[in-house]
RNA sequence: GUGAUCGUAGCUCAAUGGCAGAGCGCCUGGUUGUGGCCCAGGUGAUACGAGUUCGAUUCUCGUCGAUCACCCCA
């Protein structure tokens, strides 16, 4: 008798669940409606290529978290781990990044093959804004600022801290990388055995390691800063001044890096310490070397992608989730006797009828009141409605209210109809 | 991919190399038409597979899964 379950590290949503998530994306989706952010919906699979083209084919992503197959055709696919990539390919497919401005959003899951652990799934949701086609400094403002107001939205704010970088030109960083890598092989017996790895595949990464020794060394290391190009630091300095102006407060953090390859310039990250190991809820950057890359025009681009389950998980463990999201009734139709059973359908459509979408809940499956009371107060409706005999004979309505001591009463079904709009 | 801890009822947890317990939940009754509080009764479990043993839920191994951390990342 061995069940089949869930595939490791993909969680079903369950009902208690849903609500949390539905408040998270509504509140979202209307923030971005404020900001002009248009909704974009892509494939959950693509071509393999585009993201090796995109993400780049030495990260860890790309080398051992992609999930990939081939297609009855032979064709490479994968199962999308970041929505960047599929954004800007769709963008370009359909000629929305030419000659233009766009601001998008979307939404959906995302996969990776990595050891599940708190904030971390194999299937795992993000919420991402991407615009293109603005050179300036402006719209890196603005999308930090529209975050802003979403910790605001969401009771978050006092939890999240904003750690901000520009990691330059892609020459400046090639420059820089020359001079860390140099600095660093002097030192390369005494760093920690992944450091001493990443020396040659991703050096920037050691900026960020954990272990004590490589901190250490690191600190006489070279400053980025020095290596910056003019255009970046202006860039920078323009953003800074716009945070600034909004009164959003920032973290400067040279050792911010991005495990993605296609960043540059700017680069940020909203960490919290109340989630463990996996600080980091929303994270993004500028990637303006991206389209090009991918076989288009060459169009400035930045954008940004929220982790939803750790979003989620914030709201849980602060206790930030309003409790009246879990209301999901109105009435509870509780009926004696199989006449009074199809008096309640009765009822129920005619509530359902109302224009202001009255919630009702039918009781199904017989009983007595009693029974059928406990399941009203388990439901969170406000009202119970009681239909037997006599209510049946004389078509009316027994209300009870079950978040009150207020009485109940009876009412004509015609006039109970009428006095719905004033009880809810 | 690495390491540590761990899998007992729908949920949270006990216990034992020899009949597996409780609380919550759920169902019924205490009210032939009334929820919450209370009382009584009922329901229901050792993840899967091998091994050791007279006997394994307990000991060993494997598989699957969970949790936390590393790695990586949202």
């Not at 909704?39 to 993400?55: A, D, G, N, Y």
């Not at 206790?319 to 009435?331: E, M």
């Amino acid at each position: 008798m061995a069940r089949i379950q869930a595939i490791r590290g993909m969680n079903d949503v369950l009902p208690e669940q849903t609500p949390v998530w539905r408040y998270l994306e509504d509140t979202a989706r209307t923030l971005f409606e404020q900001y002009g952010v248009e909704e974009i919906r892509m494939p959950i699979v693509e071509q393999t290529e585009l993201f090796k083209r995109s993400i780049g084919e030495v990260t860890d992503i790309v080398e051992k978290e992609m999930y990939t197959f081939d297609d009855r055709n032979g064709d490479s696919l994968t199962l999308r781990p970041e929505g960047t990539a599929g954004c800007v390919r769709a963008g370009e497919e359909h000629g929305l990044l030419f000659n233009q401005v766009r601001r998008l959003w979307y939404t959906g899951p995302m996969f990776r093959h990595e050891r599940p652990q708190k904030g971390r799934y194999r299937q795992f949701h993000q919420i991402g804004v991407e615009c293109f086609g603005f050179v300036g400094p402006d719209i890196d403002a603005e999308l930090i600022i529209l975050t802003a107001r979403l910790w605001q939205k969401l009771g978050l704010a006092e939890h999240v801290e904003l750690q901000l970088n520009s990691i330059g030109s892609a020459d400046a960083r090639q420059t820089y990388k020359t001079a860390l890598v140099e600095y660093l092989s002097q030192y390369k017996d005494q760093l920690d055995e992944d450091s001493q790895r990443r020396l040659d595949t991703n050096p920037l990464r050691i900026l960020d390691s954990k272990d004590p020794k490589t901190q250490n060394i690191l600190v006489e290391a070279p400053e980025f800063a020095d290596y910056l190009d003019d255009e970046s630091k202006q860039h920078f300095a323009g953003l800074c001044a716009y945070l600034d102006k909004a009164g959003i407060a920032y973290v400067v953090n040279p050792r911010l890096v991005r495990g993605l390859d296609y960043y540059g310039k700017t680069v940020f990250e909203w960490v919290t310490s109340s989630l463990g190991a996996q600080g980091t809820v929303c994270a993004g950057g500028r990637y303006d070397g991206l389209v090009e890359q991918l076989g288009g025009r060459s169009t400035p681009a930045v954008g940004f992608a929220m982790g939803v389950e750790r979003l989620i998980l914030m709201l849980e463990t602060l206790d930030l989730v309003p409790a009246s999201l879990h209301d999901r009734a109105d009435f509870y139709i509780c009926a004696l006797g199989e006449g009074a059973s199809l008096y309640a359908f009765e009822v129920a459509e005619l509530l359902r009828d109302l224009p202001q979408d009255v919630r009702v809940v039918t009781h199904c499956g017989g009983g007595g009141f009693k029974a059928q009371m406990k399941k009203a107060d388990k439901s969170t409706a406000t009202f119970a409605l009681l239909l037997g005999e006599d209510e049946l004979q004389q078509r009316t309505i027994t209300i009870k209210p079950l978040r009150s001591d207020l009485p109940q009463k009876s009412l004509s079904l015609e006039d109970f109809i009428k006095s719905v709009p004033q009880m809810l």
